[in-house]
């Protein structure tokens, strides 16, 4: 049956609303593009006597322990506001501060030394928030953002509101109500069918930028290095020289350099650099080794970046559910489509990923994302090699039901009810280390 036009039009702006280019991990970034938004209000002859950086737990689970990307190693929400509020761009999106020059660390530090910077716990229900306010001897500006990375849904100088706009979870140009007009099925006859030329640009970035930061992480010193471990121990027979072993290998490796501030830009989605390596760089290393050419790549990729969004728009941007485990079902289902499986396999695959891994929980962007990877694709591997031969986990497993639009339904529900006290207990650890 020939695809409605409307519907491919409204998947493939989805698509490009939520896989975009992003510099380092999207929480500390989100945080230097409101200091630099805020600074943009900031009149040039007045100084800045504090700067107050107002965050939601996640936030600060996510900034915490994560390198930002050219600062020299530093971590936290200080660095990150501030990087932003001297050298940020805003009008570059998550690519706010991939301008910034080694020598201009030294006034940021500098900076840092001679100002205030106060870092305070938002109490709000919403998991994604930020606001930066600027004080100085006139007044205050504030700028805030809610629910997505570059969401600007205030700015105030003193008393006076420049801009307000309703906050909604859905805050995309697509309307909720079009979001939830995905389906798996609908992703698939999608991938099967799109013309090509469609998402070849889109498909041409991933593949360029998300390879480029896992060839880094396989030849450099990053993080914990587990890809570049799993490469050197298939090499010396500890690991099977194997697509299973050298696609968690990839996928990882890109993680540990962006995890450990590598500068080099990836393709994001669902608000993740992690969750766009996830779902790609799996497959681009499988396709490469089992000699797939690049158009059913590329369609697969699509099926696995939508698919992600599909699961990860039940989940929420932010949750104790780790975000990887959604791009990892996508790989699986992603695998059977690259092998010209029938959509029946594609959502088993998916649903034996989810029913395997979705105990794993997110508690924070950090080193150890890059481990939580390679678990995640192995899973995937594994499940999609079960699908294939008739193996699957059935409706009333657990968390699994007798459809995978159920399934991911039931995956909503335990990420945004179940794991609400998962998540306020990991924060409460982790501003706990906090000192």
């Known amino acids: ?56 737990g996640n936030i600060i689970k996510n900034v915490k322990s994560v390198v930002v990307p050219g600062s020299g190693g530093m971590v936290g929400i200080e660095v990150a506001a501030v990087m ?17 020059k080694p020598d201009e660390m030294e006034e940021v530090r500098r900076w840092m030394r001679e100002n205030v910077v106060e870092v305070l716990h938002e109490n709000t229900p919403i998991n994604l928030y930020v606001m930066v306010e600027l004080h100085t001897e006139t007044g205050c500006i504030s700028v805030e953002i809610k629910h997505l990375h570059t969401n600007i849904t205030q700015i105030k100088r003193n008393r006076e509101v ?22 798996v099925r609908l ?52 690991y099977g020289d194997d697509v299973r072993n050298h696609a968690a290998a990839f996928a990882a490796a890109g993680s540990d350099a962006r995890m450990s501030g590598c500068a080099l830009p990836v393709m994001t989605t669902s608000g993740s650099g992690n969750q766009g390596m996830a779902a790609s760089l799996a497959l681009i290393d499988y396709a490469r080794r ?15 970046h939508l698919t992600t969004v599909h699961i990860k728009t039940r989940v929420g941007r932010l949750s104790a559910y780790c975000g990887v485990i959604c791009s990892a079902a996508a790989v699986a289902g992603a ?74 339904e039931h995956i909503g529900r335990l990420a945004q009810d179940g794991m609400k006290t998962t998540d306020e207990v990991i924060i409460e650890i982790m501003n706990g280390n906090r000192s």
């Open 290 to 304: 089992m000699q797939i050419d690049k158009e059913r790549l590329m369609r697969a990729l699509f099926f696995s």
């Open 335 to 408: 695998l059977c489509f690259i092998n010209d499986h029938d959509f029946e396999t594609v959502s088993h695959a998916i649903a034996n990923t989810l029913g395997d891994v979705s105990g794993i929980i997110c508690d924070g962007a950090k080193a150890s994302c890059a481990m939580k990877i390679s678990t995640t694709i192995y899973a995937a591997f594994d499940s999609y090699l079960l699908a294939t031969h008739g193996k699957y986990l059935h409706g009333g497993d657990g968390i699994v039901a007798h459809d995978i639009e159920a399934t991911l």
């Open 84 to 100: 932003g509020l001297l050298y940020g761009d805003a009008s570059r999106d998550l690519m706010v501060i991939s301008g910034i």
């Open 162 to 183: 420049i801009l307000e706009q309703p906050c909604n979870d859905c805050v995309f140009n697509t309307p909720d109500e079009e979001r939830q007009k995905l389906s």
């Open 187 to 238: 992703i698939y006859d999608l991938a099967r069918q799109i013309d090509l030329e469609r998402i070849r640009p889109l498909m041409e970035q991933v593949i360029l930028h998300n390879s480029r930061i896992a060839q880094e992480g396989l030849s450099g010193n990053w993080g914990v290095n587990i890809g570049r471990v799993i490469e050197e121990h298939i090499a010396n027979g500890f």
């Open 1 to 56: 049956m020939p695809l409605d036009s409307h519907i491919v039009e409204k998947a493939l702006e989805i698509l490009h609303e939520e896989v975009v280019p992003a510099q380092g991990c999207t929480e500390p970034i989100a945080i230097a593009f409101v200091a630099a938004k805020a600074r943009e209000f900031l009149p040039p002859d007045e100084t800045i006597q504090k700067m107050v950086v107002r965050v939601s």
